[in-house]
Structures are given as structure tokens and as C-alpha cells.
């Protein structure tokens, strides 16, 4: 699904790598005339493949909004959109549907899981109801990376908030999906549980190869990523590779103008 094309790297030296999603000129607007709203002003991006990237800003700034758009949840209002070597802005709803469910993953603040349902069949829910058979061997591998090998039997009210969000992890890396979307993924957890699905999101990357884009508003959770994003008023402000907790929060500082509040805990998980 993902195709080979050219992406500036950080410092303006030319460099080729797997684009797993990019949009070109995309714009998000809400109403008409006096009333409209802009959510994305003609944003141009590229998203790596095997690697992680965060997207930050400010609330309102369209983070999520670009997000959505990227992983085919949203229309956009112009412009242009591709998940590997697929324009999904051309797409059908049946089409754009099967686009997601077979080269897409998902994790959302909420765990969505199903209480009836014990861990290892809420991971495998989305590939039994395609009538998929998943590959056992990724799937050992995938659990055994975010370590529930010992909670497969339990269902969600016998797991805690970390060990459900690890279960979430795990489902939407079941079906090995192009590229996997996160939406304040640890916005529920505690900084104990955020470090470890953070650490697994982390380690799906460099020992999976898998492609990860999410949105945050944690300094501490952007530091997981190979790249930071910053969004304001709709546009691509600022990026930033190779960050820390450290310099997310300085560069939010100076994006926002405001003081954003301390991580609870640093880079390892270690609260502060």
C-alpha cells in the first residue's frame, strides 16, 4: 500500500522514504458565509512510513480534524488525500469502508471495547467480522509485544484502564494495517498505564515496522514520537524531530503564548 516517494528531512537535505499517508491542499470548513468556519487551511503533509508521528496544537487548531481527514473518518471540503498509493478523497463509501478496514487501524480515548468479549476476542473482533482469518504468527508476536499473553481470557471489567487500552493497541495491530490512528490514545490512563501503552506504541514502531500518527496534547506523549506536527488556525505551524518531553512543552510555549501545565511524568515513564 505505501509507496516510495521523496520527503524533505529535518535540516533541507533531500532523502526518499515509504509515504504511508499525505494530503495536498486540504481544506476542512464548517458553514457558509458569515458563519464559515476554516478547521484545515490548505494543509500539505506527509506521513512517514514505519515511524511515529504526533500531531499537536492548541484546542481548535485542527489536529484532530487533520486526523480524521487522513484516516478517511472525515470528508474535506478541497483537496486531496492519499493512504499509500490510494486517493481516498475519490473513494465511494463502499469503497472508502473496505480502504479502512483492511489498510487502517484505530485507537480512540475511549477503549471501545466490548464487555462481553474476552481480551483475545475483542482483538480479533474487527478481522472476524470481515471474515478474515487472522495471521497467528503476527498475532502471537503482537501480543506477546504489548504483553497480554496471560490476560487473554479476561473480559474488560477484569482488566484495568492500561491493560484495556493495551488490548485496544493490540486489536488494531491484529490486522496489520498500512498506517494506525490515535486520538488521544492515553487521555484516559494514568501516567503509570499512559508510559506503558505509550512504550508499546513505541515499540510496535521499532520492532514491527508499524506506522503510527497521533494526536496530543501531552508533551510527555509527543515525546514518543520520531515527529512532532504543530497545528494552528488550521495550518502546519512548526515540526520537530527527535523530541523530549522538554523541548514539546518550550516550543508549545512559544506556539501559544500561554504556560502549558507540566508533564506528570517524564520520557521513562517516571513521574516528576
Given at each position: ?80 488525500i492519499w493512504v ?138 509527543a515525546s514518543y ?48
Amino acid at each position: 500500500m505505501t509507496t516510495a516517494v521523496t520527503i524533505p528531512k529535518s535540516g533541507g537535505s533531500g532523502g526518499s522514504t515509504a509515504v504511508a499517508a499525505s494530503g495536498r491542499q486540504v481544506t476542512k470548513a464548517y458553514g457558509a458565509g458569515e458563519t464559515r468556519v476554516v478547521a484545515l487551511d490548505a494543509v500539505d503533509v506527509d506521513i512517514a512510513g514505519g515511524r511515529f508521528t504526533a500531531i499537536m496544537g492548541p484546542s481548535g487548531s485542527g489536529k484532530s480534524t487533520l486526523m480524521h481527514c487522513l484516516a478517511g473518518l472525515d470528508t474535506v471540503t478541497s483537496g486531496q488525500i492519499w493512504v499509500g498509493g490510494t486517493e481516498i478523497t475519490k473513494l465511494k463509501d463502499k469503497k472508502l469502508t473496505q480502504l479502512r478496514r483492511d489498510h487502517i487501524g484505530f485507537i480512540f480515548q475511549a477503549f471501545n471495547l466490548l464487555p462481553t468479549l474476552n481480551a483475545a476476542e475483542n482483538i480479533t473482533l474487527p478481522m472476524d467480522i470481515a471474515g478474515r482469518k487472522p495471521d497467528r504468527e503476527w498475532l502471537d508476536k503482537v501480543i506477546g509485544t504489548v504483553g497480554l499473553a496471560d490476560r487473554l481470557k479476561h473480559r474488560p471489567n477484569q482488566l484495568s484502564g492500561g491493560q484495556q487500552q493495551r488490548v485496544a493497541v493490540a486489536r488494531a495491530l491484529a490486522a496489520r494495517p498500512d498506517i494506525i490512528f490515535g486520538d488521544e490514545p492515553t487521555g484516559n490512563l494514568d501516567s503509570r498505564a499512559g508510559a506503558e501503552v505509550l512504550g508499546f506504541l513505541r515499540k510496535s514502531v521499532d520492532e514491527l515496522g508499524q506506522t503510527i500518527v497521533m494526536v496530543t496534547h501531552d508533551p510527555v506523549a509527543a515525546s514518543y514520537a520520531d515527529r512532532v506536527l504543530y497545528l494552528a488556525d488550521g495550518r502546519i505551524v512548526d515540526e520537530m524531530t527527535s523530541p523530549t518531553a522538554d523541548t514539546v512543552l518550550e516550543r508549545m510555549l512559544n506556539l501559544s503564548g500561554g504556560t502549558p501545565q507540566a508533564p506528570a511524568f517524564d520520557a521513562r515513564g517516571r513521574t516528576s
